[in-house]
């Protein structure tokens, strides 16, 4: 399997692309490190049969603390209630930052045509079953020790603000954009054992169960590979990875890095405004 994210020159991608399938999670809106406004242009851009909100599309811990959202975290709702009235089968999987919204499972209820569930299950178009969900299920700091993933949460808001300011030096300096989170999440050794114990985890529940993969969020870490037998597929996120996972009309699954597919430069800032969605 092609584990790698597509990255392709900037002049490609630049006219909408369709997909059969788009897989998105961890856009964190309310809080000042979301990519919304990429977001926002890569939901303009393209259109799909079926999309899935594989959780934490907002933030609840961080909007408890203190209210943040601009014109781009707007623009991002009416964009996905578009792509509802438009046919589009929009599926919520409520994640552990959105877990207020957990509470209305049991009602099975769908909002605007979007369609509130714990997991969903998925068949590719070469019929492949994927069984879909956030994952914090499996994140044994979430589940069991829930002070510590709030502590977690804001050592990586810290790391943000650092990494924002670290990056406006190198961009003085003609460096190019450069993840401080991401290089310390790769060095460091615990960090590195917890994402493969959790894509260990999750690959070995979906092969009980009898699927051929799992798509799924979480751990802000896009990734595509067999583990255990069956498929490992991680959406990302939109606060420094910005990947979606997608589906094309043949079945064939793909990430794609939204930023560097569309030319667009994370030293940018964020649009005062935006064109509102019809």
């Known amino acids: 399997m092609n584990a790698s994210v597509s990255r392709v020159s900037p002049k490609a991608g630049r006219s909408a692309a369709r997909y059969r399938s788009v897989f998105i999670s961890d ?40 209210w943040y959202w601009d014109d781009s975290h707007d623009e991002v709702l009416r964009l996905i209630l578009r792509h509802a009235r438009a046919g589009t089968a929009v599926t919520y999987i409520p994640g552990n930052h959105d877990e207020m919204f957990r509470r209305w499972l049991p009602l099975g209820l769908e909002i605007a045509g979007i369609r509130l569930r714990k997991e969903a299950v998925h068949r ?53 954009y450069w993840s401080l989170s991401s290089w310390l999440k790769r060095q460091v050794k ?15 529940e979906a092969r009980r169960r009898g699927f051929d ?41 793909e990430l794609l890095d939204w930023a560097a597919l569309s030319g667009l430069s994370r030293f940018s800032p964020r649009p005062a405004g935006l064109p509102q969605a019809a």
Request: glycine share 8%.
């Open 27 to 66: 856009v964190h809106l309310g809080t000042r490190g979301c990519r919304s406004d990429f977001l926002a242009d890569f939901l303009r851009r393209m259109s799909c049969d079926h999309l899935f909100l594989v959780g934490d599309i907002i933030d609840g811990w961080r909007l408890r603390k203190s």
């Open 124 to 176: 590719t178009a070469d019929d492949r079953r994927l069984l879909v969900m956030h994952g914090d299920e499996f994140d044994s700091v979430v589940r069991y020790a829930r002070f510590l993933a709030v502590l977690g949460d804001g050592a990586y808001t810290v790391a943000l603000i650092v990494n924002r300011w670290f990056n406006v030096a190198r961009r003085r300096l003609g460096y190019p």
């Open 190 to 204: 615990e960090a590195v054992m917890a994402v493969d114990r959790f894509e260990s985890a999750l690959a070995t």
């Open 213 to 253: 993969g799992v798509v799924c969020g979480h751990i802000h870490h896009a990734e595509m590979r067999e583990v255990h037998g069956v498929m490992y597929l991680n959406d990302g996120d939109w606060v420094e990875s910005c990947t979606a996972l997608v589906e094309h009309d043949d079945g064939r699954l």
